[in-house]
Each structure stands twice: as C-alpha cells, then as structure tokens.
C-alpha cells in the first residue's frame, strides 16, 4: 500500500499565496504521476495540476498561470504553489499517485479563500 499525507492548508484572503505538500510513502517502486486535485461542496472531483517522472506538467485551464508544479528531487514528495488565489479556489484539495495500474489518494486538506 502507498500513503499519501497533504499539508499546507489554510483560509486566507483572495489574493494571497499557498503552498500545499504532500509526502508519499509504503510500497512505492515506479512513480508514474503525482498531482493534486480538489473538490468544491457539491462538484465532481476535478484535475488541479499533475507532474510526471519525467517532469512533463499538466494544469488546468482554471490554474494556470497561477499555480506551479515545481520539480524537486525528492521522488516521493510533490508541491503546489499556488499564487493569486481566488474565491473559487475554494476546495479540498487531494494529493494523487499512481504507479503501474494503481492510483492513490490521500485524505486532503483544505483550502478556503475568502473574498
């Protein structure tokens, strides 16, 4: 099994900067992507940003511009830096792994902006 643990949530007003994180550990051997994703009350889960092995990105429409993926050495750690936050940023925002055919969750941390 893998765990994935986010920290770095928080309520602070539009405008300002976040940074969240998440630390991955268990039975990892072949990282394909980490990433995050969020989910506002009452919607679908939604991609955020993702990053791959290989260091290819991938944002939403909705980010970018704003949030960042940085590329670090730590295999089993993934950031989001997330700038000029929004109210509809608003969200739980979930860390996401997948290795091989598997893909794991962790249990989220939230975001609230306020306007």
């Known amino acids: 099994q893998v765990q994935l643990v986010e920290s770095g949530g928080g309520l602070l007003q539009a405008g300002g900067s976040l940074r969240l994180s998440c630390a991955a550990s268990?039975?990892?051997?072949?990282?394909?992507?980490m990433g995050w994703y969020r989910q506002a009350p009452g919607k679908q889960r939604e991609l955020v940003a993702t990053l791959t092995t290989g260091g290819s990105t991938n944002y939403a429409d909705s980010v970018k511009g704003r949030f960042t993926i940085p590329r670090n050495n730590a295999k089993t750690m993934v950031y989001l830096q997330m700038n000029s936050l929004k109210p509809e940023d608003t969200a739980v925002y979930y860390c996401?792994?997948?290795?091989?055919?598997?893909?794991?969750w962790g249990r989220g941390t939230q975001v609230t902006v306020s306007s």
């Open positions: 268990g039975n990892i051997f072949r990282i394909n992507t």
């Open positions: 996401n792994l997948t290795q091989g055919w598997e893909g794991y």
